[in-house]
């Protein structure tokens, strides 16, 4: 299927320390999104990245995208405590039926601890 | 502008009953959509709206159904509930203008958390 899996589902780490989320999909896309949600709320967006872009930069955050192994990677430096939350990322592309959508993954939780 | 806005925020029903949940989107947004997310399930997309039609849908039941009104407000419908449809409900709204199969950025609001009895 096209939904991504996020990968570790959890990590905690140390404020100040760097976070690397992954994401592998299966079919090809056209674009490639990375949500974060914090606890029960609505998701906001962190970054947008093409097909046929290799990188991305927003702030602290740096998304890589690999279209021939079907995997992205979110990193996010000099991680806050304020960075605690869940990461999803979310493919976009053609479905087998023939219609097109964003799906997403299941999520991954970031924990980083003062 | 502001965000997307989605009432009511909580809700309480009991199974059998039915539900209307009402999203606004940005303004200027044409296209809405909505997700069901669960624990268990992750988010999964319901269906999206765009000038009033329906453009696109997930693999949820026929009780799950959707409208959107001409200033592209839209509100989802649940029928007979069921304890599994306890869910966070997510709307989100963005401009609906892709190309080629390309999803652009979706803009959510907070939620509607139903709770089924």
């Known amino acids: 299927s096209q939904q991504g899996e996020e990968d570790p589902q959890a990590l905690s780490i140390q404020e100040g320390e760097n976070a690397t989320m992954n994401c592998s999909y299966k079919?090809?896309?056209?674009?490639l999104q990375w949500y974060r949600q914090n606890s029960g709320r609505g998701l906001v967006h962190l970054i947008l990245i093409r097909s046929n872009e290799r990188e991305k930069h927003s702030g602290r955050l740096r998304v890589t995208l690999d279209t021939s192994k079907k995997s992205s990677s979110l990193l996010i430096t000099a991680s806050r405590a304020a960075d605690t939350a869940s990461y999803f990322c979310?493919?976009?592309?053609?479905?087998?039926?023939?219609?097109?959508?964003?799906?997403f993954g299941k999520g991954m939780k970031l924990t980083v601890n003062p | 502008k502001a965000g997307v806005t989605q009432t009511p925020r909580y809700l309480i029903k009991t199974r059998g009953q039915q539900v209307t949940l009402s999203c606004s989107p940005i303004s200027g947004h044409r296209s809405v959509s909505w997700y069901q997310q669960t624990p268990g399930q992750g988010l999964q997309f319901l269906f999206e709206?765009?000038?009033?039609?329906?453009?696109n849908k997930g693999n949820f039941p026929g009780r799950f159904s959707g409208r959107q009104f001409s200033n592209s407000r839209s509100e989802m419908n649940v029928s007979t509930l069921e304890l599994g449809d306890s869910a966070l409900y997510l709307c989100?709204?963005?401009?609906?203008?892709?190309?080629?199969?390309?999803?652009?950025?979706?803009?959510f609001g907070p939620g509607t958390r139903l709770t089924v009895l």
């Open positions: 079919t090809s896309i056209n674009n």
């Open positions: 989100a709204s963005s401009s609906g203008l892709t190309s080629g199969g390309s999803t652009d950025t979706q803009y």
């Open positions: 709206y765009f000038s009033e039609t329906q453009r």
């Open positions: 979310a493919t976009s592309g053609w479905t087998q039926g023939g219609s097109e959508k964003l799906v």
